[in-house]
């Protein structure tokens, strides 16, 4: 299948109003960081302080508001739901650069690993085991903090499991969308539908990062989108998100607009990262 037929959607995607212009506009900001002359020297310290503060950001995205230092400090995350919630956070944050080869040919094995890796530290109060690192099954519940379900109505696991296997089509085959397009949807996309009874929040920003590590677009981890979403607010990420799932060129359009300005808050706080690192170093 050719990456510019009318089978590949998300080059629609990528020429709504405002898109190109997200897109360029994130490219920008990504490659200043990347010339940054501290990247030339630290980049591997960056990018693991970056992951720190990515994980940290999703966590709190699904009701684990942690300050980064107590996020740093500890070491226990198995007493209680929010430090579940953190620990599992990192978790899959420090495993998502890992599965690159993998996600190319079998996106969905990786989600399961994600969730598999979220889960291993206990599922949330009431939630069942046996739901661990499978797709939901019809009258299974969801339990996904901070996403209610009348903001966006769970699909049922028939359109679940139709949606899912597109969206695995469409990564295996792949896209001329830029990388920003492809993350931002594979985000929307797996919080829109929610594939697992937990923890679909982090599983749905772990796949965004392996989407924006394997692309090119930023190959060291050193954006990270999760603290950008973070920063923004559960509030305003939920409004945006909302728009996607309507399914709307407008609600798209702010979908991948919301995600483009979370990188640039993510790259913001690694080139403050860079710039302790200098003054450090004087």
Not at 121 to 142: C, F, M, S, Y
Not at 173 to 180: D, K
């Amino acid at each position: 299948m050719h990456a510019n037929t009318p089978a590949d959607p998300l080059t629609s995607l990528a020429e709504l109003p405002g898109v190109p212009d997200t897109v360029a506009s994130v490219r920008t900001a990504v490659d200043r960081l990347y010339g940054h002359r501290v990247m030339r020297r630290r980049a591997t310290e960056v990018a693991g302080e970056a992951a720190l503060r990515g994980a940290r950001g999703s966590a709190a995205l699904s009701g684990a508001d942690w300050a980064l230092e107590e996020v740093r400090r500890r070491t226990d995350f198995g007493d209680g739901d929010q430090a579940r919630t953190v620990g599992a956070a990192l978790r899959i944050t420090a495993e998502a650069g890992g599965w690159l080869q993998v996600w190319r040919a079998t996106p969905l094995r990786v989600l399961a690993r994600l969730h598999l890796l979220a889960a291993s530290g206990g599922a949330p109060d009431g939630a069942p085991g046996a739901t661990i690192g499978r797709p939901r099954l019809a009258g299974e519940t969801v339990t996904e903090p901070a996403l209610a379900e009348d903001q966006i109505p769970l699909p049922g696991a028939e359109e679940l499991a139709a949606r899912l296997d597109g969206l695995n089509q469409l990564l295996v085959t792949g896209s001329a969308a830029p990388a920003l397009v492809t993350a931002a949807v594979v985000h929307g996309e797996l919080l829109t539908l929610r594939p697992f009874t937990t923890h679909n929040g982090l599983v749905a920003r772990a796949a965004q990062r392996i989407v924006l590590l394997g692309s090119g677009l930023d190959p060291k981890g050193v954006a990270p989108a999760e603290a950008g979403h973070a920063e923004t607010g559960t509030e305003a990420y939920a409004q945006a998100l909302a728009g996607y799932a309507s399914g709307t060129a407008q609600g798209m359009a702010e979908w991948i607009a919301h995600c483009g300005r979370a990188v640039e808050l993510g790259v913001r706080e690694s080139v403050a990262v860079c710039e302790a690192l200098q003054r450090g170093a004087a």
